[in-house]
């Protein structure tokens, strides 16, 4: 991702891992809503949710980024807090949900302003796209499609 052009990203935060996804990739943010378990489904995936009558899988952020599980906060429904972002995958021809703490910032950055990495501590490096700044703070650019492909073809 290092080159002169501009990167629109939308950061989020998954446990304490700020990540970010490119913003062309994002189709909405919603409210995190209970989804619909199915049944024999990998624990990665949280369920199916009607988003006006589509039926789009929901994906666990914590667990596809193996980080430690939310706490759980009193009160809360069966979705939980926190908001879930639709991605396209799969060159657009799918949408998934996936699960998120917080929407954090949508912001432009300058290829340039971004570095490839391959080893980062607390994540799996196949899924960095790149590495990031923003107020001081660290984030990681996800490979959305090689975090979420594989989760549709289980």
């Given at each position: 991702?290092?080159?002169?052009?501009?990167?629109r990203?939308?950061?989020?935060?998954?446990?304490?891992?700020?990540?970010?996804?490119?913003a062309?990739?994002?189709?909405?943010?919603?409210?995190?809503?209970?989804?619909?378990?199915?049944?024999?489904?990998?624990?990665?995936?949280?369920?199916?949710?009607?988003v006006?009558?589509?039926l789009?899988?929901?994906?666990?952020?914590?667990?596809?980024?193996?980080?430690?599980?939310?706490?759980?906060?009193?009160?809360?429904?069966?979705?939980?807090?926190?908001t879930?972002?639709?991605?396209?995958?799969d060159?657009?021809?799918?949408?998934?949900?996936?699960?998120?703490?917080?929407?954090?910032?949508l912001l432009?950055?300058g290829g340039?302003?971004?570095e490839?990495?391959?080893?980062?501590?607390?994540?799996?490096?196949?899924?960095?796209?790149?590495?990031?700044r923003?107020?001081?703070?660290?984030?990681?650019?996800?490979?959305?499609?090689?975090?979420?492909?594989?989760i549709?073809?289980?």
């Amino acid at each position: 991702m290092s080159d002169a052009r501009v990167v629109r990203l939308l950061v989020f935060r998954v446990g304490q891992l700020v990540c970010a996804a490119e913003a062309d990739r994002v189709r909405e943010i919603l409210p995190r809503l209970a989804p619909t378990r199915i049944p024999g489904a990998p624990p990665v995936v949280a369920g199916l949710m009607n988003v006006r009558g589509t039926l789009v899988t929901v994906v666990e952020g914590w667990r596809a980024l193996r980080q430690p599980p939310p706490p759980a906060e009193a009160g809360e429904g069966a979705g939980g807090s926190g908001t879930t972002v639709l991605l396209e995958v799969d060159g657009g021809k799918k949408v998934l949900g996936f699960t998120v703490d917080e929407v954090v910032d949508l912001l432009s950055v300058g290829g340039e302003a971004l570095e490839r990495r391959q080893a980062l501590p607390g994540i799996d490096p196949t899924l960095v796209r790149a590495v990031g700044r923003r107020a001081g703070q660290l984030f990681v650019v996800l490979d959305t499609d090689a975090l979420l492909t594989p989760i549709l073809s289980s």
